[in-house]
């Protein structure tokens, strides 16, 4: 979720962004991403469960057969992002990849942490359930074939947030996009800022990395992005700046309590 109405519904398209790595923009919600290795294909977050055929659809363009997806990677439990994923897993037989605090979510498929339906930003999507085989919580690394995935924790914008580095190729759902905005905070997942800043700059040792964020194009990282994005988190730090009391635990690696 991104607090960009601008994103609104447009034409769904793919791009193949580099040999190895595919983007799906479906009309509305989240992107995909799906990397190639010489074993099968990875997935990164699904989208909308409406949008499952026009996705396929687009894959069918792009010649890549979801019936060798070998993992799917869930960055963050947004419905907009993997409120499709429980039926991708199950139709196609691939396992998946969450954090541990996301898990939870998942698994039971909670419509309000999950914002699946928000009535007054009229959101009224479904979430299938999905079983995670990998709970995670940062520093796993996941090898198929020649390609390695690690994962980093990353909470920010949602408890049980993770970015996902293969490579230079950085997945960072929701923390980061394009233009330097951040993702939708709000107390009903967890957003918190002191982690969301923390996050953020655990990021800078990537600056010049590919970034495949959950909303817009694929970016390079940047510490002008970074600075951006701290600089708009940080106006939620002080109390009186509305994102509620008490404020979310924190989640971060080395600060949660
Ligand atoms: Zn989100």
Redesign the pocket.
Known sequence: ?SARPELGTTKSFFRKVRPELYWFHPPDGGELHVVVTKVGLVLVDSGLLRHREVILGLWRQAGLDPRKIRLGFMT?F?AD?VGAMGWWSREFGFSVVAHANAAKVVEKGDLVITGTKIPYAGFDEDFVPCPIRHKVVGGERFPVGKHNFKVSAAPG??VGSIHILCGDLLFV??TLFADGSI??MDVHWGSNPEDYVHTLEQMRPLCGALCAP?HGPPFRLSRTLIKRACKIVSFYIPLGHGLGFPRVPRHSPDRAR
């Open positions: 979720m963050h947004h992002h914008h949602t759902g929701d993702g939708w959950g």
